[in-house]
């Protein structure tokens, strides 16, 4: 009984300890550090899907190649270059461009727990790079324009003043032009009804849509006319609307007039809250 109890204590207490040295080791679950690179060197990045993992360079990456663009998420921050993966268990190779050094990469999907959250990539030349010799440039050249500012910096005598001529200012002067032109081009007289008939002629100047219901006709009256002055009855137009420039139509202005004499028309119309007006003088034969 004693030797079944003994192996019962030693089942439970060094069995599990046998199991577990049988396990693979324990691995972190993700982490930071810093990998070195050069032309003949390719570093390993693990990566574990739902999580992405960030290589940080000193310069910055201009270009990006995947040997796999299917399987993998990845986007340019910055210095970074943040790698997502959409597989499992697959594995492609990585190259990334700076402006002086191209960067080599085994990227590595394989399911397990550890991978990285970021890498800190730097190019393992024991010399100084380029990167670092252009960062010098950079300091020695802003300590020469900080001593050539301060030479620039010291005061000199002002310039003498020069008398200021006030230019005069130029009258604006806006000129208008008209949208239409009208013309009188013959007048007749109704023989049954006795009106005066006078036909016009009208063209369109501006690029503005004209409508010619809008067009007002008023005879232009004065103190040494007859007792009964001009009246007009009814203005009539071939076309309503004059659209292009340059298009004309006719018109009819239909009038109630005693005796053959000259008088004048006034035509007005609006554009764009404008007025714009202009006077016909009709010349009518006298009876003899």
Not at 203 to 219: A, F, G, S
Request: proline share 7%; charged share 25%.
């Amino acid at each position: 009984m004693k030797r079944i109890k003994w192996l019962k204590y030693v089942f439970y207490f060094f069995l599990p300890i046998f199991l577990l040295g049988l396990s693979p080791p324990f691995l972190p679950i993700g982490g930071v550090r810093t990998v070195y690179v050069d032309d003949e060197k390719v570093e390993v990045i693990n990566l574990k899907m739902g999580q992405a993992t960030v290589l940080s360079f000193l310069e910055k990456p201009v270009k990006v190649n995947v040997g796999n663009k299917n399987y993998f998420n990845i986007e340019y921050i910055h210095n970074d270059v943040n790698i997502q993966p959409l597989q499992i268990l697959t594995q492609t190779n990585l190259f990334v461009y700076g402006k002086y050094h191209r960067y080599g990469f085994v990227l590595r999907v394989n399911g397990s727990d550890r991978y990285d959250d970021l890498v800190k990539v730097r190019w393992s030349d024991s010399e100084n790079t380029l990167l670092e010799k252009n960062k010098e440039t950079k300091e020695q050249a802003k300590v020469v324009s900080t001593q050539a500012l301060q030479v620039a910096l010291v005061p000199s005598p002002p310039p003498l003043p020069l008398p200021v001529q006030q230019p005069l200012p130029t009258p604006k002067v806006e000129v208008v032009l008209p949208l239409l032109e009208i013309k009188c081009i013959k007048i007749t007289i109704d023989p049954i009804r006795k009106f005066h008939l006078v036909d016009l002629e009208i063209t369109k100047l501006q690029n503005e849509v004209i409508n010619l219901k809008e067009l007002k006709m008023n005879i232009v009256t004065d103190s040494t006319q007859a007792v009964t002055p001009p009246k007009i009855i009814e203005v009539v137009f071939k076309k309503d609307q004059l659209n292009d420039v340059g298009e004309k139509t006719k018109g009819r202005i239909i009038m109630k007039k005693i005796t053959k004499s000259d008088f004048k028309i006034e035509a007005s119309y609006f554009s764009d809250k404008q007025m714009f007006k202009q006077i016909l003088t009709v010349k009518e034969k006298k009876e003899e």
